[in-house]
């Protein structure tokens, strides 16, 4: 099966610092990366897509200079929260898909930011 | 945006019994696929189905879906307490990217 992993798994860091969270396509290859925030009992909230070797494609309303995002191969896109804020404590999940598939994403475990 | 609303909220069934979840969504679509997330994990992929199936079968799972009214359906048969999760549905639009959009999800409890 396609496997993704997310680093770390959990996160707890002071207001005003920044978070950098790693998802690994760990057997396959992946020409697009999403991302995705998840608050507490709901929904997937798409942040923006990740293409390797492009700029990443933000959502309305995600802004692009708090939520840096960067694709540097075809197995790994970073996340960085900037200046976090409490307000960003949330569950961070990626996903990744396959170049030959186009419909399936394959999502890694997810990363539970606490801005304290 | 999400575009996916899943009918209901909530589900708490015995186990062994069948479980049904609905999902609706508004515009034309390529394909709907159905995700499981246990709680705090990452999501799981279940079953694709294509605007030109009605209906897919995997294991205990089976998946309907109506271009008509815009709807799907996930039947779980013979649940067991190990079903028990939030089960999303998510849709890949026609247009522009192809990237899913999920529904608010149905969050099953099987009662052992």
């Known amino acids: 099966g396609a496997v993704v992993s997310q680093h770390p798994s959990r996160v707890i860091c002071k207001s005003g610092t920044s978070v950098k969270i790693e998802c690994r396509s760990l057997?396959?290859?992946?020409?697009?990366m999403f991302w995705y925030r998840q608050f507490p009992k709901q929904s997937l909230m798409l942040m923006a897509t990740s293409n390797e070797g492009s700029k990443a494609t933000y959502e309305q309303g995600v802004e692009k200079d708090k939520f840096l995002i960067n694709h540097a191969s075809l197995t790994l896109s970073t996340l960085t929260v900037t200046s976090a804020h409490p307000e960003d404590s949330s569950f961070y999940i990626c996903?990744?898909?396959?170049?030959?598939?186009?419909?399936?994403?394959?999502f890694g475990p997810g990363t539970r930011l606490t801005v304290t | 945006s999400q575009q996916g609303e899943e009918d209901p909220q909530a589900l708490s069934i015995q186990e062994g019994e069948n479980a049904t979840m609905n999902c609706s969504y508004k515009t034309s679509i390529n394909n709907l696929q159905w995700y499981r997330q246990n709680s705090g994990r990452g999501l799981v992929h279940l079953i694709l189905i294509r605007s030109n199936e009605r209906e897919k079968h995997s294991g205990r799972l089976r998946v309907t879906l109506d271009t008509s009214k815009k709807s799907s359906s996930l039947l779980i048969t013979a649940s067991r307490a190990a079903d028990t999760a939030s089960y999303f549905c998510?849709?890949?639009?026609?247009?522009?990217?192809?990237?899913?959009?999920f529904g608010q999800g149905t969050r099953l409890t099987i009662n052992p």
């Open positions: 057997d396959f290859q992946a020409t697009t």
């Open positions: 996903s990744a898909r396959r170049q030959a598939v186009s419909y399936e994403q394959y």
């Open positions: 998510a849709t890949v639009i026609i247009q522009g990217a192809q990237k899913l959009v």
